[in-house]
């Protein structure tokens, strides 16, 4: 496993669409603000009601093969992102 800079996951999660019009997918492992660890296996940005920059969050939500929600909107704190894509997220 290569390890990603945060950057980058963070410009991968801002890409909600692929070129052929299908939402992106992506796996990530982050911590909750309790402490519990979460992973995702397959999940797709969405909003939240505020400014994610602002507030350094972002939002996943879990999804099955057809794209249907499986969970509510979660925020995610960019970082407290553990893992995307089953690579280890570094800060650098």
């Not at 982050?30 to 920059?53: A, D, Q, T, W």
């Not at 929600?69 to 650098?92: A, C, M, Q, R």
């Amino acid at each position: 496993m290569e390890a990603i800079k945060l950057s980058t996951v963070l410009a991968q999660l801002d890409e909600k669409v692929l070129p052929d019009g299908s939402q992106k997918t992506f796996s990530i492992k982050f911590i909750k603000k309790n402490g519990e660890l979460v992973y995702y296996p397959r999940c797709v940005s969405c909003g939240l009601n505020m400014n994610l920059k602002a507030n350094a969050m972002r939002g996943v939500r879990l999804v099955d093969r057809n794209f249907d929600p499986l969970d509510h909107h979660t925020p995610v704190y960019i970082w407290s992102i553990l893992e995307f894509n089953g690579n280890p997220v570094i800060l650098k």
